[in-house]
């Protein structure tokens, strides 16, 4: 039972990035999946998340407008298409399970990172 978070790299501000987080030994639609980000030194962020039972997403300020969350149950996978980055994008990301199907829940289970790099 496990996450793979993948798709980080270097991108040029104002470009383009899709990560996303593939589970296996598990079905993902039955669980709300938060993307989150964290820069060393500084507190964890999340900066979007889908609902399991209607798919409804949020997202933190910083992103609104420029990512987009999204599941395709088929292949067990959440994306996160990251548009327009900007440098202050640049992070450690990765995915994780909500525990109770919501948004609000707690994260249960955690991806490994994969490094997003935005030049200026």
């Known amino acids: 039972v496990q996450l793979q978070a993948s798709g980080g790299g270097l991108a040029q501000s104002g470009g383009s990035l899709r990560l996303s987080c593939a589970a296996s030994g598990f079905t993902l639609d039955m669980y709300a999946i938060g993307w989150f980000r964290q820069v060393p030194g500084k507190k964890r962020e999340e900066v979007s998340c889908?609902?399991?039972?209607?798919?409804?997403?949020t997202y933190a300020d910083s992103v609104k407008g420029r990512f987009t969350i999204s599941r395709d149950n088929a292949k067990n996978t959440v994306y996160l298409q990251m548009n327009s980055l900007k440098p202050e994008d640049t992070a450690l990301y990765t995915c994780a399970t909500k525990s109770n199907g919501f948004c609000s829940g707690l994260e249960d289970l955690w991806g490994q990172g994969t490094l997003v790099t935005v030049s200026s």
């Open positions: 889908i609902r399991s039972s209607d798919d409804r997403t």
